[in-house]
């Protein structure tokens, strides 16, 4: 997207402090899904700006808002309530107020559901309350020790209160892999003890010279450029376009330092926050300590503590997901987006925004440079560089002796497998040779569970979701069958539930599961690991398991896309992708260039440090551009023809698009609106209308989905076009229409 030009005339110095209000009225954005502010009083003697924290009246209740500005002095006097109370905290900054309002109006969100994203942590405004802490004992007498049997479990607890600190139940539960009865145990044998005690911000400051690693020729090329961007302290994007494995993070913790050093804080997102232990790992050999985590799996009282020291410019280092965004930095000094060309970046739930591109707003407010890091830069972000929009810096090569691995295609189609086996004798040999000499091996496929459908060989039924046009996935592991759109799940059949017959129900396809049974069949003496979604979803059960590959007691490592998430496993030297065509079919603009994107980050896992690594890869399609690139190596040539077929088509970042997507639990209903809203589409000639049509996932949830595509040229503000062109059409409570700015989902 284009925020670049977007941005540029909304702006104004937004250093400057905002004046008081005068007049006796202020407009308060609540965090609701409300459209816009409401009006409030302005109770004598109480001063106000833009961006203060008020509470306000709203009904019988007492809610915390934000003043937005002037009101538009629009409700009656005898009816407009006053503001209760500024609270005593600073208020949000010009630049974030701001940002708010440029995500609301380019997504069409209302703005008020915007706020509630940065103010998404409740109780924040009010005092720290106490909290149960738990530390060591420090007396224990041998009765009680001989009470309690010392298990792993209970020793790991020790060990991380060893050292004199106390944690909360819920910080032990998590760093020890244990459960809240384990630490109910101890503290009842009086082996630790609980005390009420005042949160506690244990965020030290990172230190930008705390270790200095020694960097490349090109490394040190690409820091000086990035330095020099730095200094300067303004708005800029530059790209930090480099193969796997060639130092990105190593540089762009350099970018970091060098803000650090100048006092103001950084922000990085990564797009899977848990799912990158080693990324921590590693800023703390850099900084000395850990940033502060950012993501909605975060404790209560963590998100307060953290919200507060980072509005007060105590957290200098913030790492987190996309809501991180959101949070009121004091004074912001740089943004990263690693692996800026990653999906998990489009939120498709609540307000629908792509993090990347919010980012580089969010900057061009505070005024600061962004980096965009990526091995397989978007074609959006290409685009940019190309036209010069963007700064560009490159790392050409693999760090150290580390070559780009061998890539081998097998042809699908030629390939005799027996049945229920997809892996083929290539890939079979591969696997057995690594194995004896004692190297690691990868296998991707971007499907879990055990089988992507169950049919019945009698009656030829297909067992599907109960609420969703889709096919329950077998996970055999837990015996159950589930929705992978809406998690509805239930214990696997016995007899085929349509015609009771017995036996007859076959899996179809395979998922990782299948896959780890077919390589226990060959090779049973592997130890074999299994890493997705469902599997390993604690943030413990991801660190257990990379130290399992690091430590080597792991040989084969089977998973989906979560394996090809900036991991670096030094022994891991051959990497099999299962079936590279997941992801080719369907209707999606993306599909070609995602599936590139996705097969080079698997693929790059493989010889990362001094072993050459081998990449087989299993398709039916070995002739697909997809394919052909990575054969060849040659991204570029690929880019370009995806550049091209984009620019024939109009499709962004040559046209703009938006979805409208209309559901109902009533398909009647759904259809009605949709067509409505297909009749009184607006025409044009850089307009173009496709649908109404059902969602190829027709139903989801219980509610049938119908949705449209607008698709207009540059020069026409898309944003007004939908508002006009919505707000004449009556929509039944019953119906909901969601708009989806930019659509990375076509689903
Ligand atoms: P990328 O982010 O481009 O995939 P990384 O930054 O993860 O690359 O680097 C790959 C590996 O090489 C990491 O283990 C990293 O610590 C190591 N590495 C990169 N540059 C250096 C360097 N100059 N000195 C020592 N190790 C390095
Ligand atoms: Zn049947
Ligand atoms: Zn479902």
Avoid at 242 to 250: A, D, L
Avoid at 519 to 541: C, E, F, Q, W, Y
Avoid at 652 to 679: C, E, M, N, W
Avoid at 722 to 740: A, E, G, M, N, Y
Wanted: with cysteine; aromatic share 6%.
């Amino acid at each position: 997207m284009e925020c670049s030009d977007a941005t540029a005339s909304s702006l104004e110095d937004s250093t400057l402090e905002p004046p008081h209000i005068d007049g006796q009225r202020v407009a308060v954005l609540l965090p609701l899904p409300l459209a816009g502010p409401y009006e409030y009083r302005i109770k004598n003697g109480i001063k106000l700006k833009r961006g203060d924290i008020v509470t306000v009246p709203l009904g019988s209740r007492v809610m915390t808002g934000v003043v937005w500005g002037k009101s538009q002095d629009n409700v009656e006097a005898k009816k407009i309530k006053a503001v209760l109370d500024r609270i005593d905290f600073p208020g949000l900054k010009e630049s974030l107020v701001d940002f708010i309002d440029w995500v609301a109006a380019y997504s069409i969100a209302p703005q008020g559901a915007v706020l509630r994203m940065a103010l998404n942590v409740k109780g924040v405004f009010e005092p720290p309350k106490k909290e149960a802490y738990y530390s060591r004992a420090k007396k224990q007498t041998t009765k009680y020790t001989k009470k309690i049997k010392i298990t792993p479990a209970r020793e790991r607890v020790f060990k991380i209160l060893n050292n004199g600190g106390s944690k909360t139940a819920r910080e032990l539960r998590d760093e020890a892999s244990v459960s809240i009865s384990v630490i109910n145990g101890l503290t009842s044998a009086g082996l630790i003890k609980k005390t009420e005690q005042l949160p506690k911000n244990n965020i030290k400051t990172p230190d930008p010279d705390h270790f200095n690693i020694n960097l490349t020729v090109a490394q040190k090329k690409a820091v000086y450029n990035l330095t020099e961007i730095i200094k300067n302290q303004n708005f800029s994007i530059t790209l930090l376009d480099g193969v796997t494995g060639s130092g990105k993070t190593e540089v762009y913790f350099e970018a970091i330092a060098e803000t650090l050093r100048r006092g103001r804080q950084a922000l990085i997102l990564l797009p899977e926050i848990a799912l990158t232990p080693q990324w921590f790992q590693r800023f703390k050999r850099r900084f000395g300590s850990e940033p502060l985590i950012w993501h909605s799996d975060i404790g209560l009282s963590r998100r307060r503590s953290g919200w507060r020291a980072v509005s007060k410019g105590k957290v200098s280092v913030v790492v987190g997901a996309r809501s991180a965004l959101y949070l009121p930095f004091d004074d912001l000094g740089i943004v990263i987006v690693d692996e800026e060309h990653e999906n998990a970046y489009k939120q498709m739930e609540g307000v629908s925004y792509h993090a990347r591109d919010m980012a580089i707003v969010r900057a061009k407010l505070v005024v600061c440079p962004v980096i965009l890091a990526s091995a397989t830069p978007s074609l959006e972000t290409r685009i940019n560089v190309a036209k010069n929009r963007y700064n560009c810096v490159q790392l050409p090569e693999r760090f150290g002796d580390a070559q780009p691995p061998k890539i081998d295609f097998i042809d699908m189609r030629k390939e005799k497998t027996t049945l229920n086996n997809y892996l083929s004798q290539k890939l079979r040999n591969a696997l057995i040779n690594n194995l004896l000499s004692r190297e690691q091996s990868l296998l991707y496929l971007n499907r879990s569970g055990y089988a992507p459908l169950t049919l019945c060989r009698k009656c030829g039924q297909r067992i599907e979701c109960p609420h969703c046009s889709a096919w329950l996935v077998e996970h055999r592991a837990n015996h159950k069958l589930v929705c992978h759109h809406c998690s509805y799940n239930k214990k696997a059949y016995i007899n085929c539930p349509k015609c009771n017959s017995s036996g007859s129900l076959v899996a179809c396809g395979p998922g990782v599961e299948r896959i780890l049974e077919e390589v226990k069949s060959i090779l049973p003496k592997a130890r074999v690991g299994l890493m997705t979604s469902d599997t390993t979803k604690s943030h413990n059960s991801i660190i257990n398991l990379i130290k399992k590959i690091e430590s080597r007691s792991l040989d084969i490592l089977i998973g989906t896309q979560m394996v090809a998430k900036g991991h670096h496993f030094p022994d891991l030297t051959l990497v099999g992708i299962v079936d590279a065509d997941i992801g080719l079919s369907g209707g999606d603009l993306r599909a070609s260039e995602r599936t590139f994107q996705v097969l080079n980050q698997v693929a790059g896992r493989a010889g990362r440090a001094s072993k050459p690594g081998r990449v087989i890869v299993q398709t039916y399609e070995p002739e697909h551009p997809v394919m052909l690139a990575m054969a060849s190596g040659d991204r570029e040539a690929f880019m370009n023809l995806e550049e091209k077929n984009r620019k024939i088509g109009e499709w962004p970042p040559y046209g703009r698009l938006a979805a409208i997507i209309v559901s109902s639990k009533d398909s009647l209903a759904a259809d009605k609106t949709a067509h409505q809203i297909g009749r009184t589409a607006p025409s044009g000639p850089g307009i173009r209308i496709l649908g109404p049509a059902p969602a190829p996932l027709s139903i989801l949830r219980g509610q049938h989905r119908r949705r449209l595509l607008i698709k207009t040229s540059r020069e026409e503000s898309l944003q007004s076009l939908i508002k006009v062109w919505l707000s004449k059409i009556v929509i039944p409570s019953r119906v909901k229409v969601r708009i989806d700015v930019d659509p990375y989902n076509f689903l």
